[in-house]
C-alpha cells in the first residue's frame, strides 16, 4: 500500500518506485478533515487539491492501479483496507507539519499490531531536516549557516523516474458499509471525477480563479516549471521583485501539493544554467530583502548568492530560494509549536490590537493604500499574491494595524491556493519581527514607497484595482487611508520597543 498525502505525483516518488519493484501496489488517499487532521485545507487549497488528486488518480490507473479513495480517520480506516487486502507493507513519503508527524507514528503503531510492515522515504525536501545541527547539536535558526551545511554536505539527489507498469491489488473488502468512514467503503477515482466530490461541495466554497489558468496536477506542475525555465529564469534575479512583472515560477501550489518535487526543480534549473542563461543585474539596484512566504527569504544580494554558488544571477537567486523553502520546513520540523506561537518568547507579551473594522478592510482591500489594496484582491481573485506584496500587506497588518500575525496567517490559509504551514508560518513570522532569522523589529514596510519602487508606473495597482473601483486610477483617491502611516509606525516602534526592554 502506498499512502498518498502532499506528494501527488509518479515522478521522483520514492515510496511509490519501492512499491513498484515489490508487487502488486494498492495506491490510497485518505481524507481526514474531520479526524486527525487540524490544519484540514482552506477553500483554496481545497480547491486545487480536489483537481490534483482527480489528475493523479487518472496518471495511476493508466499505470495499471487505480487510486482508492478512503473517508475518515487515517488510523483506522487506512489500517482498515490494509488488513481487508491483506497488505504485507505500507509506504508513505515522511512530511514534517507536527500533526503529521505525530499521525505517522501512531498509523505506523497500529500497523505493527497488525503485522504489517512501515516503511518511509525522504521525498519532500531536499536536505532532512534531522541531518543537519550545530556543532553543539541543536538545530539552526540562522538562515545562512543552516544552508552552508546543507550545501557543503552533498548535492541533492538526483530524482528518480515515473515507475513503468504497476500491478493493482484486487480489493477484497467487505460489501457492506465501513463503519467509520464516513458511511462508504473505499471508492475508486472513476474518468467522472473522484469520489471526492462530495466532500468538497461543503469545504471548497466556490472561488473565483479563473484570472489565473492554473493547472494542478503532475502534467501542469511539469508545464509551468518548462516556462519558467524558457521565460523567466534568465530574467528572475533582476525581477521577482516586481509584480506586475511574470517574473517568478508559480510553482509555490505545485511544489506544496507534491506534483513536482523540489530535487526535479533542483536539477532542471541547474541543467537550464549550465546551457547558459546570462548573467542579469539587479534592476533596483538594491539587496533583495524579502521574506519567506512561497518558500522565498531574504535572499542577500545578487552579487553576493551567484558568488557563492558558481551559477548566472537567475540560478542562484531561484536556488536561494528553494533552500529559504527548505528553511521553513526545517524549522517546522525542530519547532513545532511555531504555527501558533511566536519563535521569540518575548512577543507573547506583545500589545497586539483586536480592530475587526480594521481587519475587515486589509481583508477586503479597503485599506486605502493602493498596493495592499491590489494584493488583497489578487488573492481573493487567483488564490494567489506575488511574495513582494505579501510582505507589504503582512507588514501592514502586523505593524500598522498592530493585529496578530496569527490572523493573517488565518487568512491566507483559507485562501491561498499554494498555503503551505511551514512557509506560511515563517513567513508571517518573520514580517512580524518575531521569527527566527527574522526582519528587524524596526522594518516597517511603507507601502506608498513600496509601490513607486517596486510599481513604479502602476500597472500592478491598476490591473487589480480599476476593475473594482471604477477605473478610477486603481483607486488613488478614492478609499481614504484607514490609518496615517507615519503615526503607525512611531505607534509600532513604541510598542515593539516596549517589549524587548522588558
Given amino acids: 500500500m502506498v499512502w498518498f498525502r502532499q506528494d501527488l505525483r509518479l515522478g521522483d516518488n520514492p515510496a511509490l518506485t519501492y512499491a513498484a519493484k515489490q508487487g502488486p501496489v494498492l495506491p490510497v488517499y485518505c481524507v481526514s478533515w474531520q479526524a486527525a487532521d487540524p490544519w484540514a485545507p482552506g477553500r483554496a487549497a481545497a480547491w486545487w487539491l480536489a483537481r490534483s488528486l482527480a489528475g493523479l488518480a ?3 490507473a493508466a499505470l495499471g492501479a487505480p487510486l482508492f479513495f478512503l473517508e475518515g480517520d487515517p488510523r483506522e480506516a487506512l489500517v482498515r483496507l490494509a488488513v481487508e487486502c491483506r497488505v504485507t507493507e ?15 507514528a501512531e498509523v505506523a503503531a497500529r500497523l505493527a499490531r497488525e503485522g504489517i510492515t512501515v516503511r518511509d522515504f525522504p521525498g519532500a525536501l531536499l536536505f532532512e531536516p534531522a541531518e543537519h545541527l550545530t556543532r553543539a547539536g541543536k538545530a539552526f535558526t540562522q538562515f545562512g549557516a543552516f ?3 546543507c550545501l557543503a554536505a552533498s548535492q541533492p539527489e538526483a530524482p528518480l523516474p515515473v515507475p513503468g507498469r504497476l500491478v493493482a491489488t484486487e480489493y477484497r473488502g467487505r460489501d457492506e458499509v465501513w463503519p467509520g468512514i464516513v458511511g462508504r467503503r473505499p471508492s475508486v477515482a472513476s474518468a467522472e471525477g473522484t469520489p471526492l466530490d462530495l466532500v468538497w461541495e461543503e469545504r471548497a466554497v466556490p472561488i473565483v480563479v479563473d484570472a489565473m489558468p492554473w493547472e494542478p496536477g503532475e502534467a501542469g506542475a511539469t508545464r509551468r516549471l518548462e516556462r519558467f525555465l524558457a521565460e523567466g529564469l534568465e530574467g528572475y534575479a533582476r525581477g521577482r521583485d516586481f509584480p506586475a512583472e511574470e517574473a517568478v515560477s508559480r510553482l509555490s501550489p505545485h511544489l506544496h501539493f507534491g506534483e513536482i518535487s523540489p530535487r526535479q526543480v533542483w536539477w532542471a534549473v541547474v541543467q537550464a544554467g549550465l546551457v547558459g542563461h546570462r548573467p542579469t543585474t539587479s534592476r533596483s539596484g538594491l539587496p533583495a530583502d524579502d521574506a519567506p512566504f512561497e518558500g522565498a527569504g531574504p535572499a542577500g544580494s545578487v552579487k553576493k548568492t551567484a558568488g557563492a554558488t558558481g551559477h548566472t544571477d537567475g540560478v542562484a537567486a531561484f536556488l536561494r530560494q528553494l533552500g529559504w523553502r527548505e528553511f521553513a520546513h526545517y524549522l517546522l520540523h525542530h519547532f513545532p509549536s511555531t504555527p501558533t ?3 521569540r518568547s518575548e512577543f507573547a507579551r506583545f500589545p497586539w490590537v483586536q480592530d475587526d473594522q480594521a481587519l475587515a478592510a ?15 484582491r489578487q488573492l481573493s481573485v487567483e488564490g494567489w499574491m506575488h511574495n513582494r506584496v505579501r510582505m507589504v500587506v503582512a507588514s501592514f497588518l502586523t505593524k500598522d494595524l498592530l493585529i496578530p500575525w496569527q490572523v493573517g496567517a488565518a487568512w491566507f490559509w483559507e485562501h491561498l491556493v499554494d498555503a503551505d504551514l511551514a512557509n506560511n508560518t515563517l513567513g508571517w513570522q518573520w514580517t512580524a519581527g518575531c521569527g527566527p532569522d527574522a526582519a528587524p523589529y ?3 514596510y511603507n507601502p506608498e ?12 495597482v491598476r490591473r487589480w484595482l480599476d476593475n473594482v473601483r471604477g477605473g478610477e486610477g486603481g483607486g ?5 487611508p484607514i490609518v496615517d502611516h507615519a503615526l503607525a509606525r512611531a505607534r509600532a516602534l513604541a510598542a515593539f520597543r516596549g517589549v524587548r526592554g522588558r
Fill in 147 to 149: 544552508w552552508r551545511s
Fill in 362 to 376: 486589509w481583508q477586503q482591500g479597503l485599506t486605502g493604500f493602493p498596493l495592499v489594496d491590489a494584493g488583497m
Fill in 442 to 444: 524596526f522594518r516597517i
Fill in 58 to 60: 487518472k496518471d495511476l
Fill in 90 to 104: 505500507v509506504v508513505w513519503n515522511r512530511l514534517h507539519e507536527p500533526f503529521a508527524r505525530r499521525l505517522e
Fill in 476 to 480: 488613488h483617491g478614492s478609499v481614504r
Fill in 341 to 343: 506561537d511566536p519563535f
Fill in 449 to 460: 514607497l513600496q509601490a513607486k519602487r517596486f510599481d513604479p508606473d502602476g500597472s500592478y
